[in-house]
């Protein structure tokens, strides 16, 4: 398969490439690893006058721990992400699902900043963004802004970026001591999005409590979901098994998934439930709570 | 229509051409350079059957652009053999039968070389973990296994 014809830039900058992105606007799209945008072209599921490669640009890849929070750049590939120990040592929920993602080689190519700026509620990092708690940068012709995670999707594949502003960072904070993230995914097999996925992270106070919960779910809705209900249910308890299953409970229910070759609404609802019910008790075991 | 010029090393040779930005980098392989060994397989980065080496790391090359390419080294399974002597992981999977139809052989040879430049003595689990983005529907992989850790052994010097 070919895709239809295009032109091709490759931006030296980030300043030449928001330039591009404002004199093409919605003719142009951002190629970053293109695991995604160039299936969309190959299938022409999609088409677009103009190609802005950003995957050249000297230092769009990096994972830096500052005070409050951990910088990555947005083109950090899938690949380094993996082997980062930070990652691993702060971050469990993202350890756990970049593994998950796709295939091996297709994670050598993808970046983290494709794969949340893109709004495909079947990614797996925007639901981990959400529970993390992580604030995205976006960098325009006016500078930059920071967009939390949990107010960037608008639609099914439209996020807050403006035609001429690209996600440039992801910040996480460092979470407080007593804090574990998980992530829990059903898929049918390699390479393949999920049935139901699930991101946690919590943190207790010193009696064990949670102190703050986030939980997003992954390809159960037109776009990433926080799981409002089942956090605030959370918050302030003390997870045993029963206050872990009414938060899953919630969690799924949360959800308004489709029918597909993946399954009906039901099954769907069922997994995501059993996937929070995982996800959460990992999260717990990772903070310290049992 | 959009064409840009552009160089790449390609099994150690410089190849330079100009092409149009929609070119994929399979088809430049195959088409531009007459280099075959490279298949087209699912063409929806899948089945792995088109993975070469870009700048050393195994990527699928039906979903990169040619263009993409440019100031990079690609290394393709015709470039495994050196001076006449076939790459321990080529003899491997001759010696192990790793292979039936072998129309996904080249894309395994070119992801497993590039894991054991990586990782000297990949574990089971390693190698089954590398090659999940390979598809082979003959083998049923065992085969293929075996042969990665023949190879890792024959290039530690061991067989």
Redesign the interface.
Known sequence: MIPAPFDYHRAGTLEEAVGLLARYKDDARLLSGGMSLLPTLKLRLGSFGHLVDISRIAGFEYIREEKDAVRIGAGTRQCTLERSELVKSKYGALADAVPLIADPLVRNRGTIGGNVANGDPANDHPAIMIALGAELVARGPKGERAIPANRFYKELFVTDLMADEILVELRLPVPPPRSGSAYRKLKRKTGDYAVAAIAVQLSLDAKGAVERAGIALTNAAPTPLEALEAQKFATGKVLDEKAIAETARLAAQAGSPSADRRGSVQYKREMARVLAVRALRAALERAGGN | ??M?KISVTVNGAAREAEV???L?LV?FIRENLRLTGTHVGC????C?VC?VLLDG????SC???A??A?GCSVATVEGLEQAGKLHAVQEAFTEKHALQCGFCTPGMLM?TSALLERNKSPSEREIR??I???LCRCTGYLNIVKAVQHAAAKLAGGA
């Open positions: 229509m959009a840009h149009e930005s929609r994929l088809h063409d929806t980065s899948h792995g993975t790391q195994p990527v699928k979903t990169v652009l263009v993409q440019d992801t973990e590398a999940s983005g390979n």
